[in-house]
């Protein structure tokens, strides 16, 4: 009989990791999650996903690139899809701001000191000191229905590594530097960053991993019809 308990741990036990340790993840091991992830639905099969996984020094390339990127205030950055709505509404700038407003509470940022802001997103781009960092693109003329198939596999890769006793933190930070992470990945024009997303063991003895998000309760978002 099929544990449903150990997929439901593996779930519930998922956030974003933010502080990781420098412990080493087998290549087999990413194949692995990876080969799972892969069995995620998609319209017709089309599986719209394309991975490119950094480590060594292909990763401090790249997290080099990125940030000289994010510190260059001249730097165009190329908004290939609006993420979030502008301006943002209720009650998801509520939601929002509770979670950064902890996070930054956490590490000690007081409102409006844009400089300790500043560098604590570019922690985004060294993927949280994770050992491993992968680079998620899709090919630049498929539609949402695709960009939704693209979320059952990223979650499926989250899951699978918290199965097998890993973290993760997608980070959709990485999409607005694709030209800067095309260059460096030598990644064709037809394909466009849909996010970033750091794996490896969390460092439990980091304030930032501290964090757990709330979670409306079923009853606010479904409604049962008999």
Excluded at 9 to 32: C, G, K, N, Q, Y
Excluded at 153 to 165: D, E, K, P, S, Y
């Amino acid at each position: 009989m099929p544990n449903s308990k150990l997929v439901d741990d593996a779930m519930l036990s998922r956030r974003s990791i933010r502080a990781f340790l420098p412990t080493a993840v087998p290549r087999d091991e990413i194949t692995d999650i990876l080969r799972a992830a892969a069995r995620a639905p998609s319209g017709t099969n089309m599986q719209p996903w394309k991975v490119y996984v950094v480590t060594g020094d292909s990763k401090d390339r790249l997290s080099s690139a990125v940030l000289a990127a994010h510190n260059d205030p001249v730097f165009e950055r190329d908004y290939v899809y609006n993420y979030y709505p502008s301006p943002m509404h209720e009650p998801y700038v509520s939601r929002r701001r509770t979670v950064g407003w902890g996070l930054y509470s956490l590490l000690g940022i007081e409102k409006g000191d844009k400089e300790k802001m500043h560098i604590q997103h570019g922690r985004n781009y060294t993927f949280f000191d994770a050992p491993i960092g992968m680079i998620f693109t899709i090919d630049a003329k498929l539609e949402i229905g695709s960009w939704l198939d693209y979320g059952m596999f990223l979650q499926n890769i989250m899951t699978a590594a918290r199965g097998r006793g890993l973290d993760t933190c997608p980070q959709a930070a990485f999409a607005p530097f694709h030209k800067a992470i095309r260059a460096e990945l030598n990644i064709c024009d037809d394909e466009v960053v849909v996010c970033g997303m750091a794996l490896g063991h969390a460092d439990m003895d980091a304030v930032e991993n501290t964090l757990i998000s709330e979670r409306e309760e079923v009853e606010a978002f479904t409604t049962f019809m008999d």
